[in-house]
């Protein structure tokens, strides 16, 4: 006969969801005296299959028993071993003793009684009133038809309170009520369902008032899911594949996959009737993903169809092993499959080819929404919508009209897509009207400059947009909602993302093609590649199998040949309209390196908001760590942190004392991060006070930039920014690099990134390294014979060492030497440029002046709202005539030729990861 | 390398000139058709334009202007022809609707195939998809612009349109 303490019974129960529990004795119990499982802990098991009237499990007789609160300790006696009092909330329960009817069911009963489904099986417990959501009226669009434990009947509209356990572990919850959907419970690995109701089921979980229900799953499955946990030696290469009903198999050996053939028992107007039910195939799942009119849905069932919103599709429930605890997974059926980029760089300019396969896996017609990152310096001037063979090219329209056709040619049944974009380095994705089982692919191209810093070209593909936070009041806010979410946001648009425990099938694939005209000495990425090379110039690059979840930025570094990089000028001149465009690549002056700086005021501001949970704020605090070691005496500094309000280290900057840095370590230490992300606090104490004419105040904001009122804060840094120079710096896996790059560019300064992969003292060593040495400040350009307009940046940034800046504009005359003057050190320094002659090669010019005067009139727009209409109109006209994407342009692609069968499509919004290192609790609008 | 990197260009480099390039690259075409067709029409509806060039030789590189009279058109998407050797998405260039005059556009394309892959007598080049609006029936007027050779010379070719409502599956 086995014993166990109480304490390995406390950690099961906490284990499997209970909050919170002050234990007050500790004894050795005989195992009969404790039954198996959380449920049984509250009552004894009662006779099989009938509906027991237990005695209490364990007993208080024997005097008061007073309960001990945190902090406290007694000593308990061996012969008090059965007095046990379990706690929580520092109220005394002894409601373990109370009478309860309870009942369990194994496996046989059920198939006894003729029942296939846990949920159907719970439905019958006499504590459970059945809750099944119907269609119409509810809030959750999702789930009509889920199957919901409510063990004391209340309202489950805001969540039944019933904990539903799979093995004492936590269920995935299904909606926003927090519910769990029994459907989602594999039937045939149910070995015994146990219900606890009664005071006891208070101890498991805040949401467990009104009870639990514990599904154990048969001891043969969990048999069978320890041998796919184990490691697959290599000399036998497993089998990927799916298992049968009730029955599981190992997927590589990086997964347990449990297929389920029992799934979908339930129809949305909440009756079992035979007509959905009639068209599921073994291994598929109705799925309902929008809330159709009842009249509609009682129309569908009189019909003998599924209805508008009903759905059947593919549904895979996997364990991944690596997890502490088996967990299912479910694998949601969206419809983006795929992401293919296809990039080539020649030069330091990118021409990248973006194509998402949209695929239909429902069994009615959909329109898939789709919310993607692109670079925010991307000129995006090519859509096309492929369908089979027949490539239908987009057409460049103003927002609303694209929009107005986009919904016409829906309304109609015709197949359509839309590009908008919402932020520059966010857009949005229609696609109307995809048939069952029918696929439409489109395919976006992009040019854009990379990025050069010490040697080394940066070419950058995000995956993901990052969760923003919107202040309230944002005027156009960027929602961050759950995926289940399925109601459209009137107030702004909404990235979807998956809960915790969810999948999907999209995965992407990224190939990039360098050719920068030098040899390339060194690479290095983010992701693992698999590198071919053509000769020392040429190589061509891809992602490794297993490296394709999308959920963190793509970023590829190159080094080319040693002192290659130089300012330079390069011309186009468009035969057809005879107009000139020109590029400078500004290069500091390799003197600078001689020179020292002066002493520098360096303000840290530190994003402590809650999507900097974690890894993030870990990597922002050890870059600042980092930082402060760099600092000289002479320099002073000053930490501020900001969230919801903002706080710092001291009232002004101070001086760069060892006893000021062991102060700001300590400060650091002490930081952690829950709240929104109101940065505009962090920028006014930042740069509110009043400037110290001894130092050059450099401002450093570590943020992942998740926000969105991005113009709010461009605005306030324009209007507060004074002589200081910002550095702006990311941190995570896939930071807004539009604020970022923005921020420092509004700053004259210059923006860095900090990936949870790279050391924060060479990120932050590296920015020393920039800033220890005087910059060129105050640029100006001599264009000789050329007569220059419309020229970007107009504020032209300081040169910093390592960092050359590309100034691009309009010209008429003849393009020749142009001088470079500033003032470095206190002295006069002055650079001829070489001009590598006009070419048509550079005919990638005209796209990237029009994309730099859209960049610089949407920071117009952001700083100067008075002028909104005329500057909108600008911007309109720009991208019309460059073919550009803006925020007042999409494209839109209608195929005419045919008509779809039936309704207009369901809307199914599709989810996406939360980027690596950020906690989806923290950063997702609940 | 840099004979290379010419070489790799000149592909993007010849779609950026495609539209402007012919305009000036190729003589005055031989014949520039013009087809009109008058439909009922209802408020709002969609239909395609497939536009055929009858050649009698092997077309290489072709250029159209379609416009609408009435003001009812909006072109919402241009498909790629029935020949493999135009498999790619034409190009172009809606200047006039950004000028706000009545829509029009123009469309071109061009093959680098080899002489035997290129289409000889009636293909169709390209497809218009366009929306209509209003109860005026539309006018379209269709002009061939150029139409040459894999060499760069005219080709006495014509081109027609034929109109279609979308059709249900």
């Known amino acids: 006969m086995k014993t166990q303490t109480i304490v390995q019974r406390i950690r099961a129960l906490a284990a499997g969801g209970a909050l919170a529990f002050l234990l007050v004795a500790c004894a050795s119990v005989d195992e009969d005296a404790v039954l198996e499982s959380p449920a049984a802990a509250a009552a004894p098991p009662p006779e099989a299959g009938t509906a027991g009237n237990p005695a209490p499990a364990a007993s208080n007789e024997g005097g008061e028993l007073q309960p001990i609160h945190a902090g406290e300790t007694r000593q308990q006696g061996a012969g008090n071993a059965d007095e046990i009092i379990v706690t929580g909330n520092r109220i005394r329960r002894d409601d373990f003793q109370s009478t309860n009817a309870t009942v369990t069911v194994n496996a046989e009963d059920m198939k006894n009684l003729g029942i296939v489904s846990v949920a159907e099986m719970v439905n019958q417990l006499p504590d459970n009133v059945a809750e099944q959501v119907s269609g119409p009226g509810t809030d959750s669009s999702f789930n009509p038809g889920e199957s919901i434990a409510n063990l004391r009947g209340l309202n489950a509209d805001e969540g039944s309170r019933s904990l539903v356990l799979v093995d004492s572990s936590r269920a995935l919850e299904s909606d926003a009520s927090g519910n769990v959907d029994q459907n989602m419970i594999p039937t045939a690995l149910a070995g015994r369902i146990e219900p606890v109701t009664g005071g006891a089921s208070e101890t498991y979980a805040a949401d467990a008032m009104n009870g639990v229900v514990n599904v154990i799953t048969e001891e043969q499955a969990q048999r069978r899911r320890q041998q796919a946990e184990a490691p697959v030696p290599a000399a036998a290469p497993s089998q990927p594949g799916l298992g049968g009903a009730g029955s599981g198999g190992n997927a590589g050996g990086r997964a347990f996959v449990a297929g389920n053939a029992a799934f979908a028992q339930q129809v949305a107007d909440g009756s079992n009737t035979r007509s959905p039910l009639s068209r599921v195939a073994p291994g598929e799942e109705l799925w309902i993903i929008s809330q159709p009119a009842a009249d509609e849905m009682m129309a569908a069932v009189a019909e003998d169809a599924l209805g508008p919103g009903v759905m059947i599709a593919r549904f895979i429930p996997v364990v991944f092993p690596d997890q502490p605890a088996p967990t299912f997974y479910r694998e949601i059926p969206l419809p983006l499959k795929h992401t293919d980029v296809n990039a080539r760089v020649e030069g330091y300019v990118g021409t990248v080819d973006v194509t998402q396969q949209f695929e239909n896996p429902y069994s009615e017609k959909i329109e898939a929404i789709y919310m993607f990152p692109l670079p925010e310096k991307a000129a995006v001037s090519e859509f096309v919508m492929t369908i089979g063979e027949r490539r239908i090219r987009g057409i460049l329209r103003g927002k609303e009209e694209a929009q107005q056709i986009y919904s016409q040619a829906r309304a109609q049944g015709y197949q359509a897509s839309l590009l908008t974009q919402h932020r520059p380095n966010v857009f949005e994705q229609k696609v109307a009207n995809i048939e069952p089982g029918k696929a439409i692919d489109i395919n976006i191209r992009y040019y854009e400059t990379l990025a050069y810093q010490d040697g080394w070209y940066s070419f950058v593909f995000p995956t993901v947009v990052g969760p923003r936070y919107n202040p309230a009041g944002s005027p156009d806010p960027l929602h961050a909602v759950p995926q289940w979410n399925n109601r459209p946001t009137p107030d702004g648009a909404a990235v979807r993302y998956l809960t915790p425990g969810m999948t999907t099938s999209h995965d992407i694939s990224i190939a990039v093609e360098l050719d920068p005209g030098v040899a390339i000495e060194e690479i290095d990425s983010s992701h693992e590649l698999e590198t071919r090379w053509r000769n020392d110039d040429v190589v061509r690059v891809s992602l490794r199998d297993g490296a394709t979840l999308p959920n963190k930025d793509f970023r590829l570094n190159f080094r080319v040949a040693g002192e290659t990089i130089k300012s330079n000028l390069l011309t186009y001149v468009d035969e057809e309209s005879g107009e000139g465009y020109f590029t400078l690549m500004l290069y500091p002056p390799a003197g600078l390196e001689a020179l020292r700086r002066q002493p520098l005021e360096l303000v840290f501001v530190l994003d402590c908001s809650g999507s900097m949970n974690g890894a993030p704020l870990a990597q922002a605090k050890a870059a600042i760590l980092a930082a402060l070691d760099r600092l000289e005496p002479n320099d002073s500094f000053q930490i501020i942190r900001f969230s919801n309000s903002s706080s710092q280290l001291g009232p002004r900057p101070v001086a760069a004392t060892p006893e000021n840095i062991l102060l700001a370590r300590n400060y650091l230490y002490g930081l952690n991060s829950e709240g929104g992300t109101e940065m505009i606090t962090g920028i006014r104490a930042a740069l509110g006070f009043p400037a110290d004419a001894e130092r050059l105040r450099f401002v450093t904001f570590l943020t992942d930039g998740f926000i969105g009122n991005e113009a709010q804060i461009l605005d306030e840094i324009d209007r507060r920014l004074g002589s200081a120079r910002i550095f702006s710096f990311g941190v995570g896996a896939s930071p807004n690099r539009y604020l970022l790059e923005r921020m420092a560019g509004i700053g004259r300064g210059a923006v860095a990134y900090l990936s949870l992969q790279d050391s924060g003292r060479m990120v932050m060593d590296a920015f020393f390294e920039r800033i220890s040495h005087p910059a060129m400040l105050d640029v100006e350009i001599d264009y000789g014979s050329m007569a220059v307009t419309d020229v970007f940046p107009s504020r032209l940034p300081d040169l910093f060492v390592g960092r050359p800046v590309v100034v691009t504009g309009k010209f008429t005359g003849r393009a020749g030497d142009v001088e470079l003057e500033g003032r470095a050190g206190g002295e006069r320094v002055a650079v001829t440029l070489d001009h590598e002659g006009n070419s048509p090669e550079h005919n990638f010019l005209p796209n990237l002046w029009a994309r730099l005067k859209i960049a610089e009139l949407e920071d117009r727009l952001a700083v100067d709202p008075n002028s909104a209409y005329s500057i909108a109109a600008e911007i309109r006209q720009t991208a019309i005539n460059y073919e550009l994407m803006s925020d007042y342009t999409s494209f839109v692609a209608v195929d005419a030729s045919t008509i779809t069968e039936g309704r207009t499509g369901t809307t199914v919004y599709q989810a996406v990861p939360v980027p690596e290192g950020v906690r989806y609790e923290t950063a997702v609008e609940r | ?169």
């Open chain 2, 1 to 169: 390398m840099r004979h290379t990197r010419i070489a790799a260009l000149f592909g993007v480099v010849a779609l950026g000139l495609a539209l402007a390039g012919m305009r000036f690259a190729l003589a005055q075409p031989g014949l520039a058709a013009e087809s009109a067709a008058r439909f009922t029409s209802s408020d709002v509806r969609f239909a395609t334009i497939d536009v055929y060039v009858d050649s009698p030789e092997p077309l290489a590189a072709w250029q159209f202007e379609l416009r609408e009279a009435t003001g009812s058109m909006a072109v919402v998407g241009v498909e790629n022809g029935e020949s493999a050797a135009f498999a790619g998405t034409p190009h172009y260039d809606l200047d006039a609707v950004a000028q706000g005059r009545a829509e029009r556009i123009i469309v071109a394309d061009y093959s680098l195939g080899e002489r035997a892959t290129l289409p000889v007598g009636r293909t169709r080049v390209a497809t218009v998809h366009v929306r209509l609006m209003g109860a005026q029936a539309p006018e379209f007027q269709l002009q061939l612009i150029a139409a040459g050779n894999a060499a760069g010379e005219a080709i006495d070719a014509a081109a027609v349109i034929e109109l279609q409502e979308g059709r249900a599956e």
